[in-house]
T-cell receptor, first 115, second 115 residues
Framework: AQKVTQAQTEISVVEKEDVTLDCVYE???????LFWYKQPPSGELVFLIR??????QNEISGRYSWNFQKSTSSFNFTITASQVVDSAVYFC????????????FGKGTKLTVNP | DAGITQSPRHKVTETGTPVTLRCHQT?????MYWYRQDPGHGLRLIHY???????DKGEVSDGYSVSRSKTEDFLLTLESATSSQTSVYFC??????????????FGPGTRLTVL
């Protein structure tokens, strides 16, 4: 069975600090996909990144970076020089291949960036 | 913008009444999903559809039914609402391509309160 664990329920940082959000996943499939979504206080869910199990390259997008390590079943998300606008709940999600591509979400990490 | 709308956006109802939530998409995507979001649980899949009249259950389908008579509309029905179904409901679509898997895009959500 699939499972996603986000052990950090809440994180609070001061603006300009770097912060890493942890995500650990479990799956028996060799083909799977990992995602991060952002949910700002306004409530919408915003897609951030998708990674497939064959691509372990880290990715950087501006202040955001993602570290995918199959050896530890982790897909961690780092925000560099955090800003108040980064305050949100961040969800990690997993999907196995096979057609329906249902998403299994972690419980989310609430990030608060204080000025 | 994935062209997803949900209606109503907010609803208050009483225990035992039927409720139907509507998800409408404008881009002809094959796959549609209903999730519920509750504090401490993240998002959990209720039902999903992989085409007109083709639906299947998700993780938390008890007490819910769905219908998809047109590509653009995916309806979620609570036949007899209970207080445990108080939640925020999100609809999602997934673009499908011949290669790989694509991320899901979410609607704005419906906040349902069952008194």
């Amino acid at each position: 069975a699939q499972k996603v664990t986000q052990a950090q329920t809440e994180i609070s940082v001061v603006e300009k600090e770097d912060v890493t959000l942890d995500c650990v996943y479990e799956t028996r499939d060799t083909t799977y996909y990992l995602f991060w979504y952002k949910q700002p206080p306004s409530g919408e869910l915003v897609f951030l990144i998708r990674r497939n199990s064959f691509d372990e390259q880290n990715e950087i997008s501006g202040r955001y970076s993602w570290n995918f390590q199959k050896s530890t079943s982790s897909f961690n998300f780092t925000i560099t020089a955090s800003q108040v606008v980064d305050s949100a709940v961040y969800f990690c999600a997993l999907s196995e291949g096979g057609g329906s591509e249902k998403l299994v979400f972690g419980k989310g990490t609430k990030l608060t960036v204080n000025p | 913008d994935a062209g997803i709308t949900q209606s109503p956006r907010h609803k208050v109802t009483e225990t035992g009444t039927p409720v139907t939530l509507r998800c409408h998409q404008t881009e002809n995507h094959r796959y549609m999903y209903w999730y519920r979001q509750d504090p401490g649980h993240g998002l959990r899949l209720i039902h999903y559809s992989y085409g007109v009249k083709d639906t299947d259950k998700g993780e938390v389908s008890d007490g819910y039914s769905v219908s998809r008579s047109k590509t653009e509309d995916f309806l979620l029905t609570l036949e007899s609402a209970t207080s445990s179904q108080t939640s925020v409901y999100f609809c999602a679509i997934r673009e499908s391509t011949l290669v790989g898997i694509n991320e899901q895009f979410f609607g704005p959500g419906t906040r349902l309160t069952v008194l």
